[in-house]
């Protein structure tokens, strides 16, 4: 059922995707997600969050402790770009989705997102301290990452083309390069 969630809330969004499209994406019986999940789609939307936070932010960690900020960053951009095309342009990120179309008053989601993307952030800005730039830049290069990432899988599902995730991954590598050398 997360999966099939995940899934679906990448495609559709999460108010495009209702629990019957989820419960047939995933083969399991009416009511199943109820059972599992009491507080209905919104509980089922925090663990998608907690997925996709783990899904990334683990590939993201790995590749960050084996390399270089610049290389990191990189690999970020990459994993997303790859991520549209493969999906032909019809996927975005699940997180992204549920945090812009659930309702304001869900402060759970919102704090499951903010924690999803803060890890991000936080791998992000350890990569670029261990390379001896100081947190406080550090951490504003990490947010400038990952927002304009979220922001160009967005531009780049629109176009139908990498183009905005090339030229933010070109900017990204420019300014974690200028970072590292210029301490």
């Known amino acids: 059922m997360i999966r099939s969630a995940y899934q679906l809330f990448r495609q559709r969004g ?15 019986a009416r009511g199943a997600i109820y ?19 783990n899904e990334v932010g683990d590939a993201l960690e790995e590749f960050a402790r084996k390399t270089d900020p610049i290389s990191a ?21 699940a997180i ?4 812009a179309e659930s309702r304001h008053d869900d402060a759970k989601l919102a704090q499951a997102a903010a924690a999803a993307f803060g890890r991000w952030q936080a791998i ?8 001896g730039v100081s947190p406080a830049r550090a951490r504003r290069l990490a ?24 030229d933010v991954g070109q900017e990204l590598r420019s300014a974690f390069n200028d970072a590292v050398n210029n301490r």
Request: glycine letters at 8%; aromatic letters at 6%.
């Open 143 to 166: 947010v400038l990452a990952v927002s304009a990432v979220e922001g160009a899988v967005t531009l780049s599902r629109a176009e139908r083309s990498t183009r905005p995730l090339e």
């Open 96 to 99: 992204a989705a549920v945090v």
């Open 35 to 53: 059972h599992h999940f009491p507080g209905g789609k919104a509980e089922l939307a925090e663990e998608v969050i907690r997925l996709a936070a």
């Open 124 to 131: 992000l800005a350890a990569s670029l301290a261990s390379a």
């Open 14 to 28: 999460y108010s495009g995707t209702g629990l019957r499209e989820i419960n047939a994406h995933s083969g399991v």
């Open 73 to 93: 960053v990189n690999a970020f951009v990459d994993g997303w770009a790859q991520h549209v095309r493969e999906y032909d342009f019809s996927a975005g990120c």
